[in-house]
């Protein structure tokens, strides 16, 4: 469905894509994973043929994006990152205009997004700037696939959204793949990025790996623990300090911890009570696709 | 086609949902109207005139009621002392002076010559010369009449004239609303040209609109055109609008056809859009667009010849005007509205204005990019 091969784009002196490589098959759901910055955003206006790349190639159902634009903006549901409709214009108006200006009626079309559209349908008069934030994206979702496109490109879609929003634009998605539409999404959330089929881990405009979340999350192969205590400041500073503690990372209440060599050192408890710390609790944990990705980050940076 | 038009319904929802910017396109052509007009009009009846005659003869009386004759000047104060007659003039309580030497009646009838001095307030320099101007006039009748006189009461010489009567064409009665009225509308129509369309392109920006707009098969020419009509359609509704004011509240005489003064003012707004498009893209946010767009509107408008004749600008500030399409329009919507020009007379222009358009049109299509 996408091929991306060796794309490099630059902003002056800044390179926003270094070498992109990747392949996404039809009716996946692939996940674009990165921090802010990383090149999600310009990956994705070069696949909707909006940039164009410095080097390298990128089809999209078998067509340049270059050459072929016109073709394929016929055939690409694109919902930006900022929300991106009138908000001076009602749901309704929102929906009918977006058809109109791809050749097609929201009748036409209405089976593949009635699911999504039921949601807003009591507001449908009211203007798209008063919609809350899950609304909101809903009608923008709408809107991407009102021409029935055979690709969607979401540039995080669930950004500022409730949680419970969250979830059900999560199952909105599953159901359009289950359509046939190929999806490329792209989140900062750890958690949504094991519900899409593959995800690329992308830092810095290089992309770190590309795989299924379990598969990434099983490559990790050391084991995990989580450290907690009451000064978690101290503490994540105490096991900084601890040569045979190999990456410490925050997150949430407690510390994750992987340990040089991966060996488990058994007076790590003895050695922190020294120091003083209270409450101690030390315990191995299944590691998480955040896990992996601060892990590779922390590798593509030493290797620099 | 069906796009084309979906879009500019879309472009009139936004406009009129706007109830700011609604009323507006139609309050400012009754604001620009009520006020401006009268306002800008540099008032040439009612001079006040101090008069210093220190002959008090028959002759300066004929001159004085002469004067006062006049419906131009009106006779503020009388007095022998020429101090107060300046101390008047400098503290603004009058705006012209007339000394009258002592025996000017006996020189001008024995001597046949005698000197007068105007001093004429010039603070303002268009109105203190049509004040000299019909000051002059009225003395120049009362030349002829003198020597008339002298011929009748047989001095010798023999005396030959030539008598000089003036008529003020297209305008008979000088009334400078007549002249300043078209002009307004001139500012009200690049205004709305101008900033409404460009600033609608620009706030898609800002809103991140365009964006979504982008990706959607969407071409150029019915972006440019979506943009373009509404605009068009506004402008020339706020033109009649602005007419039809002139003539409820001043009584505008409209000498031409109106469909050819409506021809003209599309062609002008296609050029003036095309304009406030292509600057469009090249703005990002609606302060560079304002910034850049307020300096181009006082250029544009204050070279087109609104108060100065164009004609007696600098060769290189005549030369700009042919590039600047406020002046085409300026000067054609004077000669249709007052002289009653016709389609033949106003073909230079309406060539001149269809090149800029073409020029500022193929600038917008070519600047503006579907891409980021």
């Not at chain 1, 809350?132 to 809903?138: E, L, N, V």
């Not at chain 1, 979401?154 to 999560?170: C, I, K, M, Q, Y």
């Not at chain 1, 997150?251 to 101690?280: C, M, N, P, W």
């Amino acid at each position: 469905m996408i091929t991306s091969d060796n794309i490099s784009k630059k902003f002056g002196s800044i390179t926003a894509l270094d070498g992109v490589t990747l392949n996404i098959g039809k009716s996946e759901l692939f996940g674009l994973i990165g921090p802010d910055g990383a090149g999600k955003t310009t990956f994705f206006r070069i696949v909707t043929t909006l940039l164009l790349p410095d080097t390298g190639t990128m089809t999209v159902m078998g067509h340049d994006t270059i050459n072929d634009y016109l073709l394929l903006r016929r055939n690409i549901g694109y919902m930006p990152g900022r929300f991106s409709l009138y908000q001076d214009l009602s749901v309704e108006e929102n929906l009918n205009f977006y058809a109109t200006v791809f050749g097609t009626t929201v009748k036409q079309n209405y089976h593949l997004i009635k699911n999504i559209y039921s949601h807003i349908e009591p507001f449908r008069k009211r203007p798209a700037g008063k919609l809350s934030g899950g609304m909101k994206q809903k009608l923008a979702l709408c809107c991407a696939l009102i021409h029935a496109p055979d690709l969607i490109v979401l540039d995080e879609p669930t950004t500022g959204v409730d949680a419970v929003s969250r979830a059900e634009f999560w199952e909105m998605l599953k159901a359009l793949q289950k359509e046939g539409i190929t999806i490329l999404v792209s989140t900062p959330y750890m958690d949504e990025a094991i519900l899409c089929d593959r995800v690329a881990l992308i830092q810095k405009g290089r992309i770190l790996d590309i795989d299924k979340p379990a598969t990434i999350i099983a490559g990790f192969g050391k084991k995990m623990y989580a450290v907690s205590g009451k000064d978690k400041y101290k503490l994540i500073q105490d096991l900084r300090c601890d040569p045979s503690v190999e990456s410490v990372n925050p997150f949430g209440d407690s510390v994750h911890i992987t340990f040089t060599g991966d060996r488990f050192d058994s007076t790590i408890a003895g050695k922190l009570e020294k120091a003083g710390h209270q409450d101690l609790r030390i315990k191995e944990i299944e590691p998480g696709i955040e896990d992996v990705f601060l892990e590779l980050m922390t590798v593509s940076e030493n290797d620099k | 086609m069906r796009t084309i038009l979906y879009l500019i319904r879309k472009e009139f929802i936004q406009i009129f949902r706007n109830t700011f910017l609604a009323r507006a396109i139609f309050g400012i052509p009754i604001v620009q109207m009520v006020i401006l007009v009268p306002a800008v009009t540099f008032e040439i009846r009612n001079i006040e005139l101090c008069v210093v005659d220190k002959d008090m003869s028959t002759e300066s009386r004929q001159l004085i009621s002469r004067i006062q004759g006049s419906e131009f000047f009106l006779l503020k104060h009388t007095t022998f002392n020429e101090k107060e007659a300046d101390d008047m003039l400098h503290s603004d309580k009058c705006d012209m002076v007339l000394h009258i030497p002592e025996n000017f009646g006996r020189n001008v009838t024995r001597e046949g010559n005698d000197k007068i001095m105007v001093a004429v307030n010039a603070i303002n320099a268009t109105s203190a010369q049509l004040a000299w101007a019909y000051m002059r006039g009225i003395l120049q009748d009362y030349n002829a009449e003198l020597m008339v006189q002298n011929l009748q009461t047989g001095t010798p010489a023999r005396m030959s004239f030539i008598e000089t009567t003036n008529r003020f064409w297209y305008n008979p009665s000088l009334n400078y609303k007549y002249y300043m009225l078209p002009g307004i509308l001139v500012i009200l129509v690049t205004a709305i040209g101008l900033l409404l369309a460009g600033l609608n392109v620009v706030r898609e920006k800002e809103m991140g609109t365009i964006e979504q707009l982008n990706v959607t098969p969407i071409r150029k020419y019915q972006f440019i055109t979506a943009k373009l009509i509404p605009f068009l359609i506004i402008g020339l509704i706020d033109l009649a609008f602005g007419l039809l004011i002139g003539k409820i509240l001043f009584n505008i005489p409209f000498n031409g056809s109106i469909a050819l003064l409506f021809l003209f003012a599309a062609l002008y707004l296609v050029a003036v859009l095309g304009l406030a498009l292509f600057l469009s893209t090249l703005s990002s946010t609606q302060q560079q667009y304002l910034f850049v767009v307020f300096f181009i509107l006082m250029i544009f408008i204050l070279m087109s010849g609104i108060f100065t004749p164009a004609e007696s600008m600098p060769l290189w500030a005549q030369q700009f005007n042919i590039i600047n399409p406020a002046a085409y329009f300026m000067r054609v919507i004077r000669m249709v509205m007052l002289k009653g020009s016709g389609f033949s007379d106003v073909l230079p222009d309406i060539r001149g204005i269809i090149l800029i358009g073409i020029g500022t049109i193929s600038l917008a299509i070519w600047r503006y990019r579907k891409t980021v």
